[in-house]
Nanobody, 123 residues
Framework: EVQLVESGGGLVQTGGSLRLSCAASGITFDDYGIGWFRQAPGKEREGVSCIIPSDGRTYYRDPVQGRFTISSDNAKNTVYLQMNSLKPEDTAVYYC????????????????WGQGTQVTVSS
């Protein structure tokens, strides 16, 4: 059984930082792409960043470029999202997702999803 478990969300003030973790079980990172998505109330789920753990390629959407850093610890089957300089518009439920050879920000590219972790940035 494949499981993705996110952690690290919380309440932070504008300009603060959080580090999200996504611990994966039931898959190995060799063949998977891992993405971070977020969904704010009343809005569609949107991709934030993705990584190919087998070769370290990383990608970021424009709103988070330069503020967020995605990384992976392949020995721990865990992907991280370091979020700095947080803004109120970053407030959302953040999800990690895994897809076989997945790349990009289309949710349909990903087969497995975590339960999400809430990030709230106060102004």
């Amino acid at each position: 059984e494949v499981q993705l478990v996110e952690s690290g969300g919380g309440l932070v003030q504008t300009g603060g930082s959080l580090r999200l973790s996504c611990a994966a079980s039931g898959i190995t990172f060799d063949d998977y792409g891992i993405g971070w998505f977020r969904q704010a109330p009343g809005k569609e789920r949107e991709g934030v960043s993705c990584i190919i753990p087998s070769d370290g390629r990383t990608y970021y959407r424009d709103p988070v470029q330069g503020r967020f850093t995605i990384s992976s610890d392949n020995a721990k089957n865990t992907v991280y999202l370091q979020m700095n300089s947080l803004k109120p518009e970053d407030t959302a439920v953040y999800y990690c997702a895994a897809g076989l050879y997945a790349l990009g920000y289309s949710p349909g590219n990903y087969d497995y999803w975590g339960q999400g972790t809430q990030v709230t940035v106060s102004s």
